[in-house]
């Protein structure tokens, strides 16, 4: 296990409706990234915190947001929910000294109906 | 932007026979590349990863990769296969939008092990 947690595990939801979810970062990391993972499909890049800030965005949405904690956990939040974003959102936590290897929580599963 | 390819979408293999999963790449620049694993609703396990060095790179469980750079690929090898190894195999490139550091994916090849 890689000390990081996420939660919920799994949530259903409503097209149009706003969710958030959470990830607890490995101790002593300062830095975590959010991916969105479809069925059959390889994790893709939401957005990056670093120190509270964020430092760098994939391809999604505004109505994909984030924040960071002072004790580095993170939220994502998702507003106005459309049936595509169903998937499986991985956090990631990380140093940002780090030679780039990143530890992932084991995901929540997001469907949206 | 970096990139990378996993041809096969699912490699199937005799337990007890050596393995080879797939991986070609498209960098600007050195290319990091990482080797994770996902098993049935569960995160991804960071198998290894290639900076710089020995093209020859050894990870956890017996997972070894062999980075090419004249053929741009960085294959995920084992010597012999066991059942307990089918899993989702992905492979994954560092890449910079904006200061950002992330890791961008192949698609995944499901390896099973048959018994």
């Known amino acids: 296990e890689t000390g990081v947690t996420q939660s919920p595990t799994h949530l259903i939801k409503t097209r149009g409706q706003q969710v958030t979810l959470r990830c607890s970062s490995q101790s002593g990391h300062n830095t975590v990234s959010w991916y969105q993972q479809a069925l059959g499909q390889g994790p893709q890049f939401i957005f990056q915190y670093y120190r509270e800030e964020e430092n760098g965005r994939g391809n999604f949405p505004p109505r994909f947001s984030g924040l960071q904690f002072p004790n580095y956990s993170s939220e994502l939040n998702v507003n106005a929910l459309e049936l595509d974003d169903s998937a499986l959102y991985l956090c990631?936590?990380?140093?940002?000294?780090?030679?780039?290897?990143?530890?992932f929580g084991p995901g929540t599963r997001l469907t949206v109906t | 932007a970096q990139s990378v390819a996993q041809p096969e979408d699912q490699v199937n293999v005799a337990e007890g026979n050596p393995l080879t999963v797939k991986c070609t790449y498209s960098?600007?620049?050195?290319?990091?590349l990482f080797w994770y694993v996902q098993y049935p609703n569960r995160g991804l396990q960071f198998l290894l990863k290639y900076i710089t060095g020995d093209n020859l790179v050894k990870g956890s469980y017996g997972f070894e990769a062999e980075f090419n750079k004249s053929q741009t690929s960085f294959h995920l090898k084992k010597p012999s296969a066991l059942v307990s190894d089918s899993a989702l195999y992905f492979c994954a490139v560092r890449d910079f939008p904006g200061s950002a550091r992330q890791l961008t994916f192949g698609s995944g090849t499901q390896l099973t092990v048959l018994p």
């Open positions: 990631a936590s990380s140093l940002a000294t780090d030679s780039y290897e990143q530890y």
């Open positions: 960098v600007s620049g050195n290319p990091y």
